[in-house]
């Protein structure tokens, strides 16, 4: 990492070459991906919209294009495993977030699942939402969307109600799918309006992995899951995966960023999600996926093995941690581990894209830098 990227981070005005005003896109041939849940942001001149299925729905309360330039056109935060009323932890990872937010000015919150503890939602009305989403992430930086995939836990309450519409009612920024596909442009040309084949964006893909784990499937399941939608199971599973090939493949993406709440490669308490190595791992390394971010084991870890193209990062220090290591047996691709809760920062342009890794006390203990 360059010094101009360290002084960026810490947010103080640089004089950017790059032309990082936030334009996010959606072009023609991303309509019809995931059809039904897709939900693809767009920013136009006059404001902030959400393509969802077959209607516009504009969000007013979003800003439109910040005037400060910033080093990356797009920015976010992710963070998973984090609903616990404030405790844990939680509501200081919240004020840091809202620290490192406002100083990377992030357009949107990726949340990768366990959103709600112990049992997800009760229902819409839920007063968990409140207590443990809108009354915690309260900082100015942190009023933007906040685009959530599903955690086992959330599938012991009422999964519908985490997608229902009706909570963006109660909290606007909360907008939760099963599957989706995101795009960011990056490129500063089409503020101009030549939408052509030069666009660059970075494309993020969300996947509900939690129907994968067979464990929870199980006869002696001790837990209920909420499988409504989703059987039968097998069928269910071949057309997520054929749905995400398709849409992977059919990407143009500079950068592909793959979101779910399960590990596929970790040293954390659960470790590797078995069930994930065999059927999703392929498809991400036969399309090009540069980064799949997931939680699920409470801490903040980077693998980056021999064996495959791609960086796994784990954000799931949200607010209960402190799980452990699992012993390393082979500890392949360990890049870092930290036990205890943070969360992590995601800053993306044309040619490279920066993650950085922070812990309780807004410190960055880990970056990692990939270029194009
Ligand atoms: C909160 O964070 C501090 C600093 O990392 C840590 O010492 C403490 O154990 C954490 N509390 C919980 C409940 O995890
Ligand atoms: C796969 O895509 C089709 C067509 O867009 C959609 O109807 C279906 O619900 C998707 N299935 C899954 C499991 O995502
Ligand atoms: C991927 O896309 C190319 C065209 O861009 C097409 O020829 C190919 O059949 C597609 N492969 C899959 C697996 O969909």
């Known amino acids: 990492m360059d010094r101009d990227e360290e002084v960026a981070l810490l947010g103080r005005t640089d004089s950017s070459k790059l032309k990082s005003r936030v334009k996010l896109a959606a072009t023609g041939c991303a309509l019809g991906i995931f059809a039904v849940l897709a939900t693809v942001w767009f920013l136009d001149l006059g404001g902030f919209f959400q393509f969802d299925a077959a209607r516009w729905v504009e969000i007013t309360e979003d800003p439109i294009v910040s005037p400060v330039d910033r080093r990356a056109p797009v920015n976010f935060l992710a963070l998973g495993d984090w609903g616990r009323h404030g405790l844990y932890n939680q509501s200081l990872v919240a004020s840091q977030m809202g620290k490192i937010g406002g100083a990377l000015e992030i357009n949107f919150v990726v949340s990768v699942g366990d959103n709600f503890y112990k049992n997800g939602l009760t229902g819409v009305d839920d007063i968990a939402f409140d207590e443990s989403f809108s009354r915690i992430y309260t900082a100015p930086a942190l009023q933007k969307p906040w685009h959530a995939v599903l955690g086992n836990h959330d599938y012991h309450g009422d999964v519908f109600s985490q997608l229902d519409p009706r909570l963006g009612l109660r909290d606007w920024r909360w907008h939760c799918v099963r599957d989706a596909q995101l795009i960011f442009d990056l490129s500063p040309s089409l503020f101009r309006g030549d939408v052509d084949s030069r666009v660059s964006t970075v494309e993020l893909f969300f ?40 849409a992977l493949n059919a990407s143009t993406a500079s950068w592909k960023i793959v979101v779910g709440h399960h590990t596929i490669r970790s040293y954390g ?34 693998v980056k093995r021999d064996d495959s193209p791609i960086h796994f990062i784990t954000s799931g220090g949200g ?54």
């Open 269 to 302: 308490a659960h470790g590797d999600s078995v069930e994930l190595v065999r059927q999703l791992l392929p498809i991400l390394e036969g399309n090009n996926v540069d980064v799949y971010v997931n939680g699920h084991d409470h801490c903040l870890e980077h």
């Open 207 to 246: 996947v509900d992995t939690v129907p994968f784990i067979d464990q929870y499937w199980a006869p002696n399941q001790k837990h209920d899951f909420d499988w409504r939608d989703i059987l039968p199971r097998h069928r269910h599973l071949q057309q997520k995966l054929e749905n995400l090939t398709s």
């Open 319 to 372: 607010s209960k941690a402190w799980k452990g290591i699992s012993p390393p047996q082979n500890s392949n691709g360990l890049q870092f581990y930290y036990d205890g809760q943070g969360f992590v920062s995601f800053s993306v342009a044309e040619s490279w894209l920066q993650i950085v890794y922070y812990n309780i006390y807004g410190e960055a203990v880990h970056k990692v830098r990939l270029t194009k």
